[in-house]
């Protein structure tokens, strides 16, 4: 039990705030200066006055009345994981390091996938949720080991989070590669991974890094490849080592260029600090002792005041200690970090890190707060009596895909939308269903007509929310789903930039890809409003309504089929395709204007590294795949959209509709539709803002790229359905009902 100076550390916090309320005079949250010049974040002036002059206990007071108002005062995260290492073979010497051994080296090591995803499989075993993976920069480890990594990890340790390579490993693997660090990121993306550690930032100024890390990349590139990573989709955490041989104007310039870089992308979730610990490091002989654990309290605590931008400041027990750890907890720092199963990184360098989940829990309590385990990234798992839980990464079976960011609700608002003038779709027939809304192959073909006055009345004389026949609670939010995609973000400005609501209803967004938004519409609680596949909809016709608004269309373009080899059309016949859905259009489109061929259905974003290694003849790539597949060398083969063009007399091809829930009062399905439409004329009449707000969701497009996706499939075919579409629609339906899935 780690009780040892625990009563004068809480005696500190306690003189500087009380720690379980959190309150502490206003005006003492921030300096005198901040105060005269109306600012609401600290200048580098004021954070070095901090850090250098401030008295220790005004600074912890000051951190924590933040954490409280951020936080809330009593809870304290932590996490189950484990840090292991795939080598320390490194060719870069930097000087504080005790860990790496050279090529050649007696004690060098390199463990085959198969081996660390062993340990991880027996860490997962002991309790572990995430597994933080970095090693060294090996002259011999190309791209294709860690992606055999990454598999093996998946196949080992199913379920458990991969938060693996640090900034200085993706630059090194492109120097291997001889490609960019943007693509690397992007194929660790395709291969599953969606967050990134912060290490190798040590102090992100030049010439302290110079002298610490000659070899090491300089601060603009890991910067830089941070910034790709954040606009891929990644989230990452930041960290800084001190106490070696910077000065504290140092301290300050790293802490805002990460704040500089987070105002800029939002992408880290987490801010970690340590000290230099000696041990057999070179370093130590100019730098023989660990900074004080003062100086950590007062680094923990600067953190939390400047980088109010970033959500976490964890505390790290296990290279501070556990004192030094529970102070950290009153000085602004609301995580206790890992209980680390497996470290060997800190333990070359003499400093034991060994504890339990118990243990850690108890500190905690020790500190005066309650411990919470977490995810990687900060989801409650648990309460403290509670025991371990895995945290739930995407199928391994079906490959990755996109992660669902969290429900967007926005509360009801007083404005009053526009005048109905279209509303709903006026071919599309509001029939209830009588049994389960599932796909009916059988189902004839749908006369289109709007009738809204056909409805579902329950007993009470009030219509009652159906699906199938199965009562469904009514809802105050109206759950909108849709593709986290730049096209798909860009309609929604409207409902995202607060310019438009649903009188009496707020907004419920839900992000998932459209092949899982076509499998929720059958199942037993679809959504009120979401986007589906054409194909997808032919089936839930006696279940939802075509709007007029939102749909995307492709006129002479469409999904392409590509190859890494060139071939003709004829020599795909019998090969296998990838395709990303059974229920996806282009899947449908594909069937009906390929020769026959064998269907391989994934993630729409395993397609293209499916494609670039062989295992498959070629691909059809939705999305912004349809701009960016040069990049990867690949060859178009067709154009889905031109070939549908070509044989329908030059008709558009519609890929992707939004519909509503037939069960809806016939009052609301028109608000919904006139507030739909009213979003995308905000978002085409606000371009710039509402290509700046989709950029969030465009998987690392550069702006101009985005711009370019955006307007494919964004524009007045998205305002409303015009005759040729409609025609277009019908032969989909009818080749929906006809055509055979070749498997």
């Not at 005269?36 to 009345?65: C, I, K, S």
């Not at 954040?230 to 955490?237: D, L, M, P, R, V």
Request: hydrophobic fraction near 40%.
């Amino acid at each position: 039990m780690r009780q040892s100076g625990l009563n004068s550390s809480r005696a500190l916090a306690e003189r500087a705030t009380d720690s379980r309320s959190g309150t502490a005079e206003p005006a003492r949250i921030v300096s005198a200066a901040l105060a005269e010049r109306g600012a609401t974040q600290l200048n580098r002036d004021d954070a070095l006055h901090l850090l250098t002059e401030a008295p220790q206990l005004d600074l912890m007071q000051r951190a924590h009345a933040l954490r409280c108002q951020l936080h809330g005062a009593s809870d304290v995260t932590f996490v189950m994981d484990t840090n292991p290492n795939y080598t320390n073979v490194c060719i870069t010497d930097c000087t504080f390091c005790s860990f790496y051994r050279r090529p050649g080296d007696s004690e060098a090591y390199t463990l085959s996938p198969e081996a660390v995803a062993a340990n991880v499989a027996a860490a997962q075993a002991q309790g572990a949720t995430t597994v933080l993976l970095q090693g060294g920069h090996h002259p011999d480890l190309h791209l294709s080991y860690f992606l055999d990594l990454i598999t093996a990890l998946q196949q080992a340790a199913p379920g458990i989070h991969l938060h693996l390579f640090s900034p200085a490993e993706i630059d090194h693997i492109a120097h291997q590669e001889k490609r960019t660090t943007k693509e690397i990121l992007q194929q660790f993306w395709f291969a599953g991974l969606r967050t990134m550690p912060g290490g190798g930032a040590e102090i992100l100024v030049d010439h302290v890094r110079r002298r610490v890390s000659p070899k090491k990349i300089n601060s603009e590139t890991w910067l830089r490849i941070m910034r790709e990573a954040h606009q891929i989709g990644f989230k990452t955490s930041a960290t800084m080592t001190y106490g070696h041989r910077e000065a504290p104007e140092d301290i300050i310039e790293h802490l805002f260029r990460l704040r500089e870089l987070q105002n800029e992308t939002g992408g880290f979730y987490a801010f970690i600090p340590w000290s230099f610990k000696p041990g057999s490091a070179p370093l130590a002989r100019l730098v023989p002792r660990a900074a004080l654990p003062s100086l950590y309290v007062r680094a923990i605590a600067l953190s939390r005041l400047v980088l109010d931008n970033i959500p976490h400041i964890q505390a790290s027990w296990f290279s501070e200690g556990w004192r030094a750890g529970q102070l950290a907890l009153h000085a602004g720092a609301d995580d206790f970090g890992g209980v680390l199963i497996e470290e060997n990184v800190l333990f070359q360098a003499g400093h034991s890190t060994a504890t339990t989940r118990e243990e850690v829990m108890q500190t905690i309590r020790d500190a005066g707060f309650t411990p919470i385990q977490r995810t990687t990234l900060y989801e409650k798992l648990n309460a403290s009596t509670s025991g371990p839980r895995a945290e739930t990464p995407p199928s391994v079976a079906s490959g990755p895909r996109a992660e669902t960011p969290p429900s967007v609700t926005s509360g009801p608002r007083a404005e009053t939308p526009p005048s109905v003038t279209s509303g709903l779709c006026a071919e599309t027939p509001p029939s209830v269903a009588s049994g389960l809304c599932a796909g009916r192959d059988d189902a004839a073909p749908a006369t289109i007509h709007a009738d809204p006055g056909l409805r579902s009345v329950g007993a009470s004389g009030t219509e009652a929310g159906r699906h199938g026949g199965v009562v469904l609670p009514q809802r105050n939010n109206v759950r909108i789903g849709h593709s986290p995609d730049a096209d798909d973000a860009f309609m929604f400005y409207g409902f995202a930039s607060g310019q438009v609501s649903i009188p009496g209803h707020g907004i419920e967004h839900v992000l998932e890809d459209i092949q899982s938004l076509n499998q929720r519409a059958a199942g037993p609680d679809p959504l009120e409003v979401t986007a589906l596949s054409a194909h997808a909809f032919f089936d839930l016709e006696d279940c939802y309504a075509l709007l007029e608004v939102g749909t995307s269309v492709g006129r002479g373009y469409g999904p392409r089929l590509v190859a890494r080899d060139e071939m003709t059309l004829q020599e795909i016949m019998g090969q296998r395709i990838a395709l990303p859905g059974p229920k996806t259009t282009a899947t449908l489109v594909a069937r009906g204007l390929l020769p026959p061929f064998t269907e391989v259905h994934m993630d729409f974003q395993e397609i293209i590294p499916a494609v670039l290694r062989g295992d498959v003849a070629a691909g059809v790539i939705i999305h912004e795949g349809q701009i960016t597949y040069q990049e990867y060398g690949l060859h178009l083969l067709a154009d889905l959209g031109e070939l549908f063009a070509a044989r329908y007399n030059g008709l558009p091809l519609p890929l992707g509709v939004n519909c509503v829930r037939r069960d809806l009062p016939a009052s609301l399905q028109q608000q919904i539709a006139a507030a739909y439409r009213r979003s995308i004329e905000i978002a085409l009449a606000q371009r710039a803002a509402a290509i700046d707000y989709s950029l969030e969701f465009s998987r690392g497009l550069e702006p101009d790229l985005a711009d370019r996706f955006v307007a494919m499939y964004v524009n007045q075919d998205s305002l409303g359905l015009s005759p040729d579409l409609h025609e277009a629609l019908d032969i989909l339906r009818t080749q929906a009902r006809s055509l055979p899935c070749v498997q």
